[in-house]
Nanobody, 125 residues
Framework: QVELVESGGGLVQAGGSLRLSCAAS????????MGWFRQAPGKEREIVAA????????YYADSVKGRFTISRDNAKNTVSLQMNSLKSEDTAIYYC??????????????????WGQGTQVTVSS
């Protein structure tokens, strides 16, 4: 069982920044790939960014490339998402997820074993 706790969401004006963090209880955290997903009202959940076990390989959705940065600290069992130049269309609940059976990245939500409770990000225009 892995517990994931997100923090850092909130209300920000368009063009602003937020930093999301996710703390994991997993003992073997450094072996697992991690992902950030989001779900806006009335829309399906979508991948935002992912990072492999080492931090050397990352993935970004086209909609956030150049604006968001995913990173991890294996010593602290945390993964972060730095979000800059936020737009109203970034408004959503953001979830972190862990892929406990593979250290490589996946963009499919079904490949992730555990999920956090989510944190709301609201961008006002």
């Amino acid at each position: 069982q892995v517990e994931l706790v997100e923090s850092g969401g909130g209300l920000v004006q368009a063009g602003g920044s937020l930093r999301l963090s996710c703390a994991a209880s997993a003992r073997a955290f450094s072996s697992y790939a991690m992902g950030w997903f989001r779900q806006a009202p009335g829309k399906e959940r979508e991948i935002v960014a992912a990072i492999d076990w080492s931090g050397d390989t990352t993935y970004y959705a086209d909609s956030v490339k150049g604006r968001f940065t995913i990173s991890r600290d294996n010593a602290k069992n945390t993964v972060s998402l730095q979000m800059n130049s936020l737009k109203s269309e970034d408004t959503a609940i953001y979830y972190c997820a862990v892929r406990t059976w593979r250290g490589s990245i996946s963009t499919a939500g079904v490949d992730y074993s555990y999920w956090g409770q989510g944190t709301q990000v609201t961008v006002s225009s």
